[in-house]
Protein backbone atom coordinates (compact mmCIF):
# COMPACT_ATOMS: atom_id res chain seq x y z
CA UNK A 1 0.00 0.00 0.00
CA UNK A 2 1.21 3.34 -0.83
CA UNK A 3 2.04 6.53 1.41
CA UNK A 4 -1.11 8.16 0.88
CA UNK A 5 -3.63 5.61 1.29
CA UNK A 6 -1.75 3.97 4.57
CA UNK A 7 -2.61 7.45 5.56
CA UNK A 8 -6.16 7.70 4.24
CA UNK A 9 -6.33 4.37 6.02
CA UNK A 10 -4.68 4.77 9.42
CA UNK A 11 -6.39 8.47 10.33
CA UNK A 12 -9.71 8.45 8.34
CA UNK A 13 -10.63 4.34 7.82
CA UNK A 14 -11.30 4.48 3.83
CA UNK A 15 -9.57 2.35 1.33
CA UNK A 16 -9.00 4.47 -1.26
CA UNK A 17 -9.57 7.98 -2.29
CA UNK A 18 -12.49 8.78 -4.41
CA UNK A 19 -13.16 11.77 -7.41
CA UNK A 20 -10.25 13.38 -8.44
CA UNK A 21 -8.45 13.33 -4.61
CA UNK A 22 -5.97 11.00 -5.33
CA UNK A 23 -4.43 13.17 -8.66
CA UNK A 24 -4.97 16.13 -6.73
CA UNK A 25 -2.79 15.03 -3.99
CA UNK A 26 0.04 13.55 -5.89
CA UNK A 27 0.49 16.41 -7.70
CA UNK A 28 0.53 18.73 -4.50
CA UNK A 29 2.77 16.13 -3.46
CA UNK A 30 5.20 16.39 -6.11
CA UNK A 31 5.56 20.06 -5.48
CA UNK A 32 3.59 21.59 -8.62
CA UNK A 33 1.27 24.35 -7.93
CA UNK A 34 -2.28 22.94 -8.10
CA UNK A 35 -5.87 24.01 -8.77
CA UNK A 36 -8.60 21.79 -7.65
CA UNK A 37 -12.12 22.28 -8.63
CA UNK A 38 -14.38 20.20 -6.66
CA UNK A 39 -18.02 20.78 -5.99
CA UNK A 40 -19.70 21.36 -2.54
CA UNK A 41 -19.42 17.43 -0.75
CA UNK A 42 -16.87 16.81 -2.99
CA UNK A 43 -13.96 15.88 -0.43
CA UNK A 44 -11.34 19.21 -0.04
CA UNK A 45 -10.29 18.86 2.89
CA UNK A 46 -8.83 15.54 2.53
CA UNK A 47 -6.56 16.81 -0.95
CA UNK A 48 -4.52 19.01 1.59
CA UNK A 49 -4.95 16.97 5.16
CA UNK A 50 -3.33 13.54 3.50
CA UNK A 51 -0.72 15.10 1.72
CA UNK A 52 0.04 17.40 4.92
CA UNK A 53 0.85 14.74 7.12
CA UNK A 54 3.15 12.66 4.31
CA UNK A 55 5.11 15.69 3.92
CA UNK A 56 8.02 17.47 6.38
CA UNK A 57 7.23 20.61 7.46
CA UNK A 58 3.55 22.27 8.25
CA UNK A 59 0.53 23.00 5.45
CA UNK A 60 -0.85 26.33 5.96
CA UNK A 61 -4.32 26.37 5.30
CA UNK A 62 -5.97 29.80 4.61
CA UNK A 63 -9.36 29.89 5.03
CA UNK A 64 -12.08 32.90 5.57
CA UNK A 65 -14.13 30.42 7.70
CA UNK A 66 -13.40 30.45 11.20
CA UNK A 67 -16.15 28.31 12.61
CA UNK A 68 -14.82 25.99 9.48
CA UNK A 69 -11.14 26.23 11.20
CA UNK A 70 -12.26 25.53 14.36
CA UNK A 71 -14.58 22.54 13.63
CA UNK A 72 -11.32 20.85 11.47
CA UNK A 73 -8.79 21.36 13.99
CA UNK A 74 -11.19 19.55 16.32
CA UNK A 75 -11.54 16.98 14.34
CA UNK A 76 -7.52 16.27 13.42
CA UNK A 77 -6.86 16.23 17.16
CA UNK A 78 -9.40 14.01 17.90
CA UNK A 79 -7.71 11.75 15.47
CA UNK A 80 -4.57 12.15 16.83
CA UNK A 81 -3.25 14.71 13.80
CA UNK A 82 -1.45 17.69 15.70
CA UNK A 83 -3.15 20.66 14.02
CA UNK A 84 -3.76 24.43 15.30
CA UNK A 85 -5.90 27.72 13.94
CA UNK A 86 -4.70 30.93 14.36
CA UNK A 87 -7.73 33.35 14.21
CA UNK A 88 -9.38 36.45 15.67
CA UNK A 89 -10.43 36.52 19.58
CA UNK A 90 -6.82 34.80 20.42
CA UNK A 91 -4.71 36.74 22.46
CA UNK A 92 -0.88 37.62 21.01
CA UNK A 93 0.30 35.27 23.75
CA UNK A 94 -1.56 32.21 22.46
CA UNK A 95 -0.84 33.27 18.89
CA UNK A 96 3.09 33.58 19.41
CA UNK A 97 2.65 30.06 21.31
CA UNK A 98 1.32 28.48 18.14
CA UNK A 99 3.30 30.09 15.77
CA UNK A 100 6.41 28.70 17.65
CA UNK A 101 4.75 25.33 17.90
CA UNK A 102 4.81 25.27 13.93
CA UNK A 103 8.72 26.64 14.45
CA UNK A 104 9.74 23.35 16.34
CA UNK A 105 7.87 20.97 14.24
CA UNK A 106 4.93 20.53 16.46
CA UNK A 107 2.28 21.69 13.97
CA UNK A 108 1.38 19.75 11.00
CA UNK A 109 -1.56 21.35 10.06
CA UNK A 110 -2.39 25.55 10.37
CA UNK A 111 -5.13 27.75 9.38
CA UNK A 112 -5.27 30.75 9.55
CA UNK A 113 -7.76 33.33 8.06
CA UNK A 114 -6.49 35.73 4.99
CA UNK A 115 -6.24 38.92 7.33
CA UNK A 116 -3.89 37.30 9.80
CA UNK A 117 -1.36 36.70 6.63
CA UNK A 118 -0.10 40.60 6.72
CA UNK A 119 0.07 40.79 10.60
CA UNK A 120 4.06 41.43 11.90
CA UNK A 121 4.05 38.77 14.52
CA UNK A 122 2.84 35.82 11.46
CA UNK A 123 5.24 37.60 8.78
CA UNK A 124 8.08 37.43 11.36
CA UNK A 125 7.40 33.91 12.97
CA UNK A 126 6.84 32.50 8.91
CA UNK A 127 10.30 33.06 7.76
CA UNK A 128 11.44 30.45 10.17
CA UNK A 129 9.14 27.84 9.67
CA UNK A 130 9.26 24.50 7.57
CA UNK A 131 6.54 25.19 5.15
CA UNK A 132 5.42 21.80 3.46
CA UNK A 133 2.84 23.80 0.87
CA UNK A 134 0.00 26.61 1.23
CA UNK A 135 -3.26 25.36 0.41
CA UNK A 136 -6.11 28.15 -0.62
CA UNK A 137 -9.49 27.20 0.33
CA UNK A 138 -12.55 28.88 -1.32
CA UNK A 139 -9.75 30.15 -3.91
CA UNK A 140 -12.23 32.03 -5.98
CA UNK A 141 -12.37 35.10 -3.55
CA UNK A 142 -8.71 36.00 -4.85
CA UNK A 143 -10.76 36.40 -8.24
CA UNK A 144 -11.68 40.26 -9.23
CA UNK A 145 -13.96 38.33 -11.77
CA UNK A 146 -15.54 36.09 -9.09
CA UNK A 147 -18.92 36.26 -7.56
CA UNK A 148 -16.99 36.66 -3.99
CA UNK A 149 -14.16 38.14 -4.12
CA UNK A 150 -12.50 39.84 -0.93
CA UNK A 151 -9.28 41.76 -1.12
CA UNK A 152 -7.79 40.54 2.30
CA UNK A 153 -7.02 37.24 -0.27
CA UNK A 154 -4.53 39.28 -2.47
CA UNK A 155 -1.84 39.13 0.73
CA UNK A 156 -1.51 35.38 -0.06
CA UNK A 157 1.09 36.55 -3.27
CA UNK A 158 2.69 38.30 -0.58
CA UNK A 159 3.64 34.99 1.68
CA UNK A 160 4.45 33.72 -1.72
CA UNK A 161 7.06 35.41 -1.50
CA UNK A 162 8.69 34.71 1.72
CA UNK A 163 8.90 31.15 0.12
CA UNK A 164 8.86 31.13 -3.21
CA UNK A 165 9.60 27.15 -3.69
CA UNK A 166 6.84 25.71 -1.76
CA UNK A 167 3.82 25.06 -4.05
CA UNK A 168 0.52 25.63 -3.81
CA UNK A 169 -2.94 23.59 -3.60
CA UNK A 170 -5.87 26.07 -4.23
CA UNK A 171 -9.07 25.13 -4.26
CA UNK A 172 -12.81 26.08 -4.86
CA UNK A 173 -16.42 24.52 -5.75
CA UNK A 174 -17.47 27.70 -7.67
CA UNK A 175 -15.55 29.06 -10.61
CA UNK A 176 -16.22 29.95 -14.49
CA UNK A 177 -13.21 29.49 -17.16
CA UNK A 178 -12.31 32.87 -16.36
CA UNK A 179 -11.79 32.75 -12.62
CA UNK A 180 -10.03 29.02 -13.29
CA UNK A 181 -7.21 31.81 -15.23
CA UNK A 182 -7.39 34.27 -12.98
CA UNK A 183 -6.73 32.03 -9.41
CA UNK A 184 -3.87 30.93 -11.48
CA UNK A 185 -2.55 34.33 -12.33
CA UNK A 186 -2.99 35.89 -8.76
CA UNK A 187 -1.22 33.00 -6.94
CA UNK A 188 1.58 33.00 -9.29
CA UNK A 189 1.54 29.65 -10.77
CA UNK A 190 4.97 28.51 -12.14
CA UNK A 191 2.74 26.02 -14.84
CA UNK A 192 -1.48 25.37 -14.98
CA UNK A 193 -2.07 22.44 -13.54
CA UNK A 194 -5.83 22.46 -13.03
CA UNK A 195 -7.75 18.78 -11.76
CA UNK A 196 -11.94 19.07 -12.30
CA UNK A 197 -14.82 17.55 -10.87
CA UNK A 198 -17.65 17.36 -12.82
CA UNK A 199 -20.41 19.24 -10.91
CA UNK A 200 -23.17 17.26 -11.77
CA UNK A 201 -25.08 16.20 -8.92
CA UNK A 202 -27.20 13.41 -10.10
CA UNK A 203 -29.16 13.28 -6.47
CA UNK A 204 -30.37 16.61 -6.45
CA UNK A 205 -32.98 17.93 -8.37
CA UNK A 206 -33.22 21.73 -9.34
CA UNK A 207 -36.93 23.22 -9.59
CA UNK A 208 -37.79 26.58 -10.38
CA UNK A 209 -41.65 27.23 -9.01
CA UNK A 210 -43.13 30.50 -10.66
CA UNK A 211 -45.23 31.63 -7.72
CA UNK A 212 -47.28 35.00 -6.80
CA UNK A 213 -48.14 33.87 -2.94
CA UNK A 214 -44.19 32.51 -2.07
CA UNK A 215 -45.11 31.94 1.27
CA UNK A 216 -47.76 29.91 1.01
CA UNK A 217 -45.87 28.15 -1.54
CA UNK A 218 -42.99 27.43 0.84
CA UNK A 219 -45.13 25.85 3.56
CA UNK A 220 -46.76 23.82 1.12
CA UNK A 221 -43.18 22.67 -0.59
CA UNK A 222 -41.92 22.10 3.41
CA UNK A 223 -44.68 20.25 4.31
CA UNK A 224 -44.76 18.16 1.08
CA UNK A 225 -40.57 16.98 1.61
CA UNK A 226 -39.84 15.87 4.84
CA UNK A 227 -36.32 16.45 6.72
CA UNK A 228 -33.52 19.29 7.08
CA UNK A 229 -34.50 22.16 5.26
CA UNK A 230 -32.50 25.77 4.61
CA UNK A 231 -34.53 28.76 3.29
CA UNK A 232 -32.07 31.58 1.83
CA UNK A 233 -33.71 35.23 1.96
CA UNK A 234 -32.16 38.71 0.51
CA UNK A 235 -32.46 40.51 3.70
CA UNK A 236 -32.16 40.04 7.82
CA UNK A 237 -35.46 41.51 7.83
CA UNK A 238 -36.58 39.07 6.14
CA UNK A 239 -35.18 36.13 7.43
CA UNK A 240 -36.66 36.35 10.75
CA UNK A 241 -39.96 37.26 9.41
CA UNK A 242 -39.80 34.16 7.34
CA UNK A 243 -38.58 32.43 10.62
CA UNK A 244 -41.60 33.81 12.71
CA UNK A 245 -44.24 32.83 9.71
CA UNK A 246 -42.95 29.49 9.87
CA UNK A 247 -42.87 28.94 13.12
CA UNK A 248 -46.46 30.32 13.38
CA UNK A 249 -47.45 27.54 10.94
CA UNK A 250 -45.75 24.24 12.43
CA UNK A 251 -42.36 24.15 10.91
CA UNK A 252 -39.69 24.75 13.61
CA UNK A 253 -37.28 27.38 11.97
CA UNK A 254 -34.48 29.84 13.78
CA UNK A 255 -32.78 32.60 11.62
CA UNK A 256 -29.33 33.46 10.69
CA UNK A 257 -27.76 36.38 9.65
CA UNK A 258 -23.99 38.24 10.00
CA UNK A 259 -25.87 41.17 12.30
CA UNK A 260 -26.65 38.77 15.08
CA UNK A 261 -23.50 37.86 18.08
CA UNK A 262 -21.28 35.32 17.58
CA UNK A 263 -22.64 33.45 20.17
CA UNK A 264 -25.64 33.45 19.12
CA UNK A 265 -24.87 32.77 15.66
CA UNK A 266 -23.24 29.62 17.44
CA UNK A 267 -25.80 28.78 19.25
CA UNK A 268 -28.79 28.79 16.50
CA UNK A 269 -26.49 26.87 14.11
CA UNK A 270 -25.77 23.95 16.25
CA UNK A 271 -29.38 24.00 16.63
CA UNK A 272 -30.33 23.47 13.49
CA UNK A 273 -27.15 21.18 12.76
CA UNK A 274 -28.46 18.83 15.72
CA UNK A 275 -31.86 18.35 14.94
CA UNK A 276 -33.78 21.00 17.71
CA UNK A 277 -35.11 23.11 15.01
CA UNK A 278 -35.93 21.49 11.49
CA UNK A 279 -35.53 24.64 9.45
CA UNK A 280 -32.81 27.50 9.09
CA UNK A 281 -33.82 30.72 7.31
CA UNK A 282 -30.89 32.81 6.21
CA UNK A 283 -28.77 35.06 3.97
CA UNK A 284 -25.85 34.36 2.53
CA UNK A 285 -23.86 34.83 5.58
CA UNK A 286 -24.86 31.30 6.40
CA UNK A 287 -22.81 30.20 3.85
CA UNK A 288 -19.27 28.90 2.69
CA UNK A 289 -17.79 25.86 5.16
CA UNK A 290 -21.96 24.15 6.10
CA UNK A 291 -21.49 20.82 6.25
CA UNK A 292 -24.30 19.23 7.32
CA UNK A 293 -25.17 15.89 5.22
CA UNK A 294 -28.45 15.48 5.78
CA UNK A 295 -30.09 18.27 3.87
CA UNK A 296 -33.18 17.27 1.93
CA UNK A 297 -34.16 21.22 0.57
CA UNK A 298 -32.92 24.30 0.06
CA UNK A 299 -35.34 26.93 -1.01
CA UNK A 300 -34.40 30.28 -2.28
CA UNK A 301 -37.32 32.94 -1.92
CA UNK A 302 -35.11 35.67 -3.48
CA UNK A 303 -32.37 35.25 -6.70
CA UNK A 304 -29.15 35.50 -6.03
CA UNK A 305 -27.01 37.98 -7.77
CA UNK A 306 -25.20 35.22 -9.53
CA UNK A 307 -25.66 31.70 -10.65
CA UNK A 308 -22.00 30.90 -8.95
CA UNK A 309 -23.44 32.14 -5.66
CA UNK A 310 -27.00 29.78 -6.40
CA UNK A 311 -24.77 26.93 -7.32
CA UNK A 312 -22.65 26.72 -3.95
CA UNK A 313 -25.72 27.53 -1.67
CA UNK A 314 -28.24 25.11 -3.50
CA UNK A 315 -25.51 22.22 -3.43
CA UNK A 316 -25.46 21.78 0.47
CA UNK A 317 -29.14 19.85 -0.17
CA UNK A 318 -28.20 16.44 -0.29
CA UNK A 319 -24.47 16.08 0.27
CA UNK A 320 -24.91 12.73 1.91
CA UNK A 321 -26.15 11.23 -1.52
CA UNK A 322 -29.39 10.45 -0.72
CA UNK A 323 -32.74 12.90 -3.10
CA UNK A 324 -32.36 16.26 -2.35
CA UNK A 325 -34.15 19.32 -3.92
CA UNK A 326 -32.99 22.83 -4.64
CA UNK A 327 -36.04 25.00 -5.41
CA UNK A 328 -36.24 28.75 -6.74
CA UNK A 329 -39.29 30.61 -5.91
CA UNK A 330 -39.68 32.77 -8.78
CA UNK A 331 -42.01 35.68 -10.43
CA UNK A 332 -41.85 38.68 -12.72
CA UNK A 333 -40.98 40.45 -9.94
CA UNK A 334 -37.88 39.19 -9.41
CA UNK A 335 -36.84 39.54 -12.77
CA UNK A 336 -37.64 43.65 -12.20
CA UNK A 337 -35.14 43.75 -8.77
CA UNK A 338 -32.40 41.56 -10.66
CA UNK A 339 -31.84 44.26 -13.32
CA UNK A 340 -32.08 47.10 -10.61
CA UNK A 341 -29.20 45.69 -9.19
CA UNK A 342 -26.83 46.75 -11.77
CA UNK A 343 -27.81 49.98 -11.74
CA UNK A 344 -27.68 49.96 -7.94
CA UNK A 345 -24.23 48.08 -7.40
CA UNK A 346 -23.03 50.54 -10.67
CA UNK A 347 -24.60 53.93 -10.23
CA UNK A 348 -23.51 56.26 -13.08
CA UNK A 349 -20.05 58.29 -12.95
CA UNK A 350 -21.39 61.61 -12.05
CA UNK A 351 -23.51 60.14 -9.34
CA UNK A 352 -19.86 58.65 -7.84
CA UNK A 353 -18.39 61.79 -8.25
CA UNK A 354 -21.22 63.43 -6.11
CA UNK A 355 -20.84 60.61 -3.18
CA UNK A 356 -17.23 61.33 -3.22
CA UNK A 357 -17.65 65.32 -3.40
CA UNK A 358 -20.10 65.14 0.24
CA UNK A 359 -18.12 63.12 1.68
CA UNK A 360 -15.25 66.23 1.50
CA UNK A 361 -17.93 68.17 2.36
CA UNK A 362 -18.94 65.79 5.37
CA UNK A 363 -15.51 65.55 7.05
CA UNK A 364 -14.77 69.35 5.95
CA UNK A 365 -11.43 68.16 3.37
CA UNK A 366 -10.48 70.65 1.82
CA UNK A 367 -9.15 70.13 -2.11
CA UNK A 368 -5.32 68.81 -2.03
CA UNK A 369 -5.08 67.33 1.83
CA UNK A 370 -6.75 64.98 3.39
CA UNK A 371 -4.08 62.05 2.77
CA UNK A 372 -4.01 59.54 5.43
CA UNK A 373 -6.28 60.67 7.56
CA UNK A 374 -9.51 58.18 8.85
CA UNK A 375 -12.36 59.14 10.03
CA UNK A 376 -15.06 57.12 11.32
CA UNK A 377 -18.61 57.01 9.11
CA UNK A 378 -22.06 56.61 10.06
CA UNK A 379 -23.31 56.00 6.76
CA UNK A 380 -26.96 56.93 8.20
CA UNK A 381 -26.25 60.61 8.66
CA UNK A 382 -24.23 60.67 5.77
CA UNK A 383 -27.10 59.78 3.54
CA UNK A 384 -29.73 61.87 5.73
CA UNK A 385 -28.07 64.69 5.63
CA UNK A 386 -27.52 64.60 1.43
CA UNK A 387 -30.04 63.05 0.57
CA UNK A 388 -28.41 60.09 -0.96
CA UNK A 389 -30.20 56.27 -0.39
CA UNK A 390 -27.25 53.76 1.54
CA UNK A 391 -28.03 50.96 -1.35
CA UNK A 392 -26.29 53.58 -3.76
CA UNK A 393 -23.95 55.82 -1.52
CA UNK A 394 -22.28 52.25 -0.16
CA UNK A 395 -21.39 50.82 -4.26
CA UNK A 396 -20.38 54.55 -4.83
CA UNK A 397 -17.90 54.15 -1.74
CA UNK A 398 -17.11 50.57 -3.29
CA UNK A 399 -15.88 52.01 -6.71
CA UNK A 400 -13.83 54.38 -5.00
CA UNK A 401 -11.93 52.46 -2.57
CA UNK A 402 -11.36 50.17 -6.14
CA UNK A 403 -10.42 53.08 -7.84
CA UNK A 404 -7.57 54.13 -5.30
CA UNK A 405 -9.09 57.31 -3.90
CA UNK A 406 -10.08 55.99 -0.48
CA UNK A 407 -9.89 53.07 1.88
CA UNK A 408 -14.03 51.95 2.83
CA UNK A 409 -14.42 49.46 5.28
CA UNK A 410 -18.03 48.84 5.74
CA UNK A 411 -17.73 46.98 8.99
CA UNK A 412 -14.93 47.26 11.19
CA UNK A 413 -15.40 44.93 13.90
CA UNK A 414 -13.65 46.57 16.57
CA UNK A 415 -13.77 44.47 19.87
CA UNK A 416 -14.29 45.16 23.55
CA UNK A 417 -11.08 46.76 25.34
CA UNK A 418 -10.84 46.26 28.75
CA UNK A 419 -8.29 48.04 31.81
CA UNK A 420 -8.18 47.49 35.32
CA UNK A 421 -8.03 50.90 37.15
CA UNK A 422 -7.20 49.18 40.54
CA UNK A 423 -4.10 47.76 41.50
CA UNK A 424 -3.72 44.11 41.55
CA UNK A 425 -3.01 44.01 45.43
CA UNK A 426 -6.29 45.83 45.72
CA UNK A 427 -8.18 43.90 43.19
CA UNK A 428 -7.58 40.64 45.24
CA UNK A 429 -8.49 42.71 48.71
CA UNK A 430 -12.49 43.16 47.01
CA UNK A 431 -14.82 41.66 49.11
CA UNK A 432 -18.01 42.53 48.00
CA UNK A 433 -18.39 41.23 44.11
CA UNK A 434 -21.08 38.96 43.24
CA UNK A 435 -20.08 35.69 41.70
CA UNK A 436 -20.74 36.14 38.38
CA UNK A 437 -18.34 39.34 38.52
CA UNK A 438 -15.51 37.26 40.39
CA UNK A 439 -16.31 35.00 37.28
CA UNK A 440 -15.42 37.32 34.74
CA UNK A 441 -12.36 38.71 36.92
CA UNK A 442 -10.70 35.56 37.11
CA UNK A 443 -11.06 34.57 33.51
CA UNK A 444 -10.01 38.58 32.30
CA UNK A 445 -6.96 37.57 34.36
CA UNK A 446 -6.48 33.99 33.09
CA UNK A 447 -6.52 35.03 29.37
CA UNK A 448 -4.96 38.44 29.05
CA UNK A 449 -1.99 40.24 30.26
CA UNK A 450 -0.97 43.52 30.61
CA UNK A 451 -4.47 44.45 31.84
CA UNK A 452 -3.19 46.87 34.62
CA UNK A 453 -1.00 48.70 32.50
CA UNK A 454 -2.98 49.36 29.05
CA UNK A 455 -6.13 48.24 27.73
CA UNK A 456 -6.66 44.51 26.27
CA UNK A 457 -8.71 43.73 23.30
CA UNK A 458 -10.85 40.99 24.71
CA UNK A 459 -13.12 38.07 23.39
CA UNK A 460 -16.26 38.11 24.88
CA UNK A 461 -17.56 34.58 23.52
CA UNK A 462 -14.56 33.51 24.95
CA UNK A 463 -15.49 35.03 28.47
CA UNK A 464 -18.87 33.36 27.94
CA UNK A 465 -17.74 30.14 27.16
CA UNK A 466 -15.23 29.67 30.37
CA UNK A 467 -17.42 31.19 32.47
CA UNK A 468 -20.58 29.69 31.84
CA UNK A 469 -22.15 32.67 31.41
CA UNK A 470 -24.01 33.83 28.58
CA UNK A 471 -23.45 36.75 26.60
CA UNK A 472 -25.44 39.29 27.16
CA UNK A 473 -24.32 38.55 31.28
CA UNK A 474 -21.50 38.76 30.50
CA UNK A 475 -21.62 42.81 28.87
CA UNK A 476 -23.90 43.28 31.99
CA UNK A 477 -21.11 42.33 34.41
CA UNK A 478 -18.58 43.93 32.35
CA UNK A 479 -20.72 47.11 32.99
CA UNK A 480 -21.13 47.01 36.47
CA UNK A 481 -17.43 46.47 37.03
CA UNK A 482 -16.86 49.88 35.06
CA UNK A 483 -19.64 51.16 37.02
CA UNK A 484 -17.79 49.99 40.09
CA UNK A 485 -14.63 51.65 39.04
CA UNK A 486 -12.76 48.46 38.95
CA UNK A 487 -12.42 48.34 35.47
CA UNK A 488 -12.76 50.40 32.44
CA UNK A 489 -14.62 49.08 29.55
CA UNK A 490 -14.98 50.03 26.19
CA UNK A 491 -17.72 47.97 24.58
CA UNK A 492 -17.66 46.08 20.99
CA UNK A 493 -18.80 48.61 18.26
CA UNK A 494 -18.98 47.52 14.22
CA UNK A 495 -17.69 51.03 13.00
CA UNK A 496 -17.24 51.59 9.39
CA UNK A 497 -14.45 53.74 8.63
CA UNK A 498 -12.89 55.77 5.40
CA UNK A 499 -9.20 56.59 4.97
CA UNK A 500 -7.99 58.83 2.50
CA UNK A 501 -5.68 57.17 0.47
CA UNK A 502 -4.05 59.67 -1.77
CA UNK A 503 -4.89 63.64 -1.57
CA UNK A 504 -8.53 64.88 -2.03
CA UNK A 505 -8.66 65.68 -5.79
CA UNK A 506 -11.26 68.04 -7.16
CA UNK A 507 -14.34 65.79 -8.98
CA UNK A 508 -13.14 66.96 -12.75
CA UNK A 509 -10.30 65.15 -12.27
CA UNK A 510 -11.41 61.71 -10.78
CA UNK A 511 -10.98 58.81 -13.35
CA UNK A 512 -12.89 55.08 -13.36
CA UNK A 513 -10.09 52.67 -15.16
CA UNK A 514 -11.61 50.22 -17.58
CA UNK A 515 -11.22 47.38 -15.31
CA UNK A 516 -12.42 49.48 -11.66
CA UNK A 517 -15.66 50.28 -13.55
CA UNK A 518 -17.13 49.22 -17.09
CA UNK A 519 -15.24 45.87 -17.06
CA UNK A 520 -16.84 45.29 -13.69
CA UNK A 521 -20.03 46.42 -14.30
CA UNK A 522 -20.11 44.10 -18.01
CA UNK A 523 -18.93 40.96 -15.80
CA UNK A 524 -21.86 41.72 -13.03
CA UNK A 525 -24.42 42.41 -15.62
CA UNK A 526 -23.83 39.03 -17.46
CA UNK A 527 -24.39 37.37 -13.92
CA UNK A 528 -27.79 39.10 -13.20
CA UNK A 529 -28.94 37.69 -17.11
CA UNK A 530 -27.36 34.32 -16.98
CA UNK A 531 -29.13 34.49 -13.96
CA UNK A 532 -32.67 35.77 -15.11
CA UNK A 533 -32.26 33.39 -17.84
CA UNK A 534 -31.59 30.58 -15.71
CA UNK A 535 -35.27 31.24 -13.98
CA UNK A 536 -37.06 32.26 -16.61
CA UNK A 537 -36.44 29.35 -18.87
CA UNK A 538 -39.04 26.36 -19.02
CA UNK A 539 -37.46 24.57 -22.21
CA UNK A 540 -33.99 23.46 -21.04
CA UNK A 541 -32.87 21.01 -18.39
CA UNK A 542 -31.97 23.13 -15.34
CA UNK A 543 -28.90 20.47 -14.76
CA UNK A 544 -27.42 21.26 -18.21
CA UNK A 545 -27.92 24.71 -17.73
CA UNK A 546 -25.72 25.37 -14.65
CA UNK A 547 -23.41 22.74 -16.01
CA UNK A 548 -22.75 24.76 -19.81
CA UNK A 549 -22.16 28.03 -17.45
CA UNK A 550 -19.54 26.38 -15.17
CA UNK A 551 -17.37 25.49 -19.25
CA UNK A 552 -18.63 21.83 -18.45
CA UNK A 553 -20.65 20.37 -21.51
CA UNK A 554 -23.14 17.15 -21.11
CA UNK A 555 -25.28 14.77 -23.77
CA UNK A 556 -27.43 14.37 -21.48
CA UNK A 557 -30.29 15.40 -19.34
CA UNK A 558 -31.06 14.98 -15.33
CA UNK A 559 -34.47 13.80 -15.60
CA UNK A 560 -35.02 15.13 -12.28
CA UNK A 561 -35.45 19.14 -12.42
CA UNK A 562 -38.98 20.15 -12.84
CA UNK A 563 -38.43 20.92 -16.96
CA UNK A 564 -37.41 17.16 -17.46
CA UNK A 565 -39.93 16.23 -15.51
CA UNK A 566 -42.79 18.30 -17.44
CA UNK A 567 -41.12 16.78 -20.46
CA UNK A 568 -41.33 13.48 -19.10
CA UNK A 569 -45.28 13.90 -18.01
CA UNK A 570 -45.99 15.28 -21.63
CA UNK A 571 -44.42 12.25 -23.20
CA UNK A 572 -46.12 9.63 -20.40
CA UNK A 573 -49.41 11.32 -21.37
CA UNK A 574 -49.93 12.24 -17.78
CA UNK A 575 -50.41 9.01 -17.06
CA UNK A 576 -47.65 9.49 -13.49
CA UNK A 577 -49.78 12.05 -12.81
CA UNK A 578 -53.30 10.48 -12.84
CA UNK A 579 -52.15 7.69 -11.16
CA UNK A 580 -50.54 10.13 -8.28
CA UNK A 581 -54.37 11.71 -8.31
CA UNK A 582 -55.62 8.13 -8.00
CA UNK A 583 -52.93 7.65 -4.95
CA UNK A 584 -54.48 10.74 -3.01
CA UNK A 585 -58.04 10.26 -3.41
CA UNK A 586 -57.32 6.90 -2.11
CA UNK A 587 -56.03 8.00 0.90
CA UNK A 588 -58.87 10.69 1.10
CA UNK A 589 -61.82 8.54 0.58
CA UNK A 590 -62.73 8.34 4.23
CA UNK A 591 -63.56 11.69 3.95
CA UNK A 592 -61.72 12.82 7.24
CA UNK A 593 -59.09 15.62 6.98
CA UNK A 594 -55.43 14.35 6.65
CA UNK A 595 -52.22 15.97 7.46
CA UNK A 596 -50.59 16.87 3.88
CA UNK A 597 -47.59 15.08 5.40
CA UNK A 598 -49.33 11.82 4.83
CA UNK A 599 -48.62 12.20 1.20
CA UNK A 600 -44.66 11.43 2.35
CA UNK A 601 -46.25 7.98 1.83
CA UNK A 602 -46.79 7.61 -1.36
CA UNK A 603 -43.83 6.62 -3.17
CA UNK A 604 -43.22 8.65 -6.37
CA UNK A 605 -40.93 11.84 -7.49
CA UNK A 606 -41.72 14.86 -5.02
CA UNK A 607 -42.47 16.66 -7.93
CA UNK A 608 -45.08 14.47 -9.19
CA UNK A 609 -47.04 14.67 -6.28
CA UNK A 610 -46.81 18.15 -5.75
CA UNK A 611 -48.18 18.14 -9.64
CA UNK A 612 -51.24 15.99 -8.67
CA UNK A 613 -51.85 17.88 -5.91
CA UNK A 614 -51.43 21.48 -7.08
CA UNK A 615 -54.10 20.06 -10.12
CA UNK A 616 -56.96 18.58 -7.14
CA UNK A 617 -57.14 21.71 -5.21
CA UNK A 618 -57.16 24.18 -8.60
CA UNK A 619 -60.08 21.36 -9.99
CA UNK A 620 -61.64 22.08 -6.16
CA UNK A 621 -61.36 18.34 -6.10
CA UNK A 622 -59.47 18.41 -2.28
CA UNK A 623 -59.23 21.42 -0.50
CA UNK A 624 -56.46 22.29 1.48
CA UNK A 625 -56.19 24.78 4.78
CA UNK A 626 -53.54 24.86 7.80
CA UNK A 627 -51.76 21.66 6.94
CA UNK A 628 -55.00 19.44 6.55
CA UNK A 629 -56.45 18.22 2.53
CA UNK A 630 -59.47 16.67 3.10
CA UNK A 631 -62.21 16.12 -0.12
CA UNK A 632 -64.98 18.97 0.12
CA UNK A 633 -68.49 18.21 1.05
Known sequence: MDKYREILRRYWGYDDFRGIQREIIDSIGSGKDTLGLMPTGGGKSVTFQVPALAADGVCIVVTPLIALMKDQVMNLKRRGISSAAIYSGLSRTEIITILENCVFGAVRILYISPERLSSQIFQTKLRHIKVSFFAIDEAHCISQWGYDFRPSYLKISDIRRLHPDVPVLALTATATPNVVDDIQEKLGFKERRVFRMSFERKNLAYVVRRTMDKQGELIHILECVEGCAIVYVRSRRRAKEIAVMLNENGLPATFYHAGLESAEKDKRQKDWQEDKVRVM????????????????????????????????????????????????????????????????????KEYIKKVYEHLAYFYQVAAGTGYGMTFEFNIE????????????????????????YIEYTDEQDNKARVMFTVSRDTLYRLENNSENEDKVIVTLLRNYGGLFSDYNFIDESLIAMQTGLKSHEVYLTLKLLAAKHIIKFIPRKKTPYIRYTQRRENTEHLMFPKEVYEERKRQFTERINAMIEYAATDDTCRSRMLLEYFGEHTDHDCDSCDVCMEHRKENNHGDATTETQAEIMAILSDMKPHPITELNTIKRPYEQIDTALTYLINEEKIYRMDGMIFIGN
Open 381 to 404: KFCHNFKHFPIQADAALKILNRAG
Open 281 to 348: VATNAFGMGIDKPDVRIVVHTDCPDSIEAYFQEAGRAGRDGNKGYAVMLYNDSDRNKLTKRISDTFPD
